[in-house]
């Protein structure tokens, strides 16, 4: 219901966590969701999964923010070099940009200044 999702929403605005995992639900034949009463229009289904991946990237934003105010160190495996920049998904699961990336599948390490793209350099 609007009530649910409204309730949902305010729970996880509430929860220090660094991104939501958000998919629609759609109907598979034979299982007992897909014959339940009641059942959301896609309309509503997709303005709410919308709604959730905003809240996910401000979630985003405010612990790449976290990471550069408190300077935590980044690592990971450099992905690609391009325009300057080795790329790498860090251990924290936040996208870096380390400017003296050399090559792929070297280690790449950096501790955030500002954010970046999608990510932080």
């Known amino acids: ?9 305010a729970f996880l ?3 220090d966590i660094a991104y939501l995992h958000v998919f629609s639900f759609s109907k598979r ?5 897909a014959i339940m009463p009641d059942q959301v229009p896609k309309h509503i ?3 709410r999964s919308i709604r959730l991946s905003e809240l996910s ?6 612990y790449r923010r976290r990471l ?12 690609n070099v391009a325009g300057g920049y080795g790329t790498f998904l860090s251990d924290h699961y936040i996208r870096g940009y380390d400017r003296n990336a050399r090559s ?3 280690l790449c390490h950096i501790t955030p200044q500002s954010l970046f793209r999608d990510g932080v350099r």
Do not use: H, W, Y
């Open 29 to 33: 034949p034979g299982t007992p969701a």
């Open 13 to 15: 605005q509430d929860l």
């Open 45 to 47: 289904i997709s303005a």
């Open 104 to 106: 792929a599948r070297q």
């Open 57 to 62: 990237n401000e979630k985003k934003e405010t």
């Open 1 to 9: 219901t609007d009530m649910e999702f409204a309730e949902t929403l």
């Open 68 to 79: 550069i105010s408190e300077q935590v160190s980044l690592r990971g495996v450099c992905e």
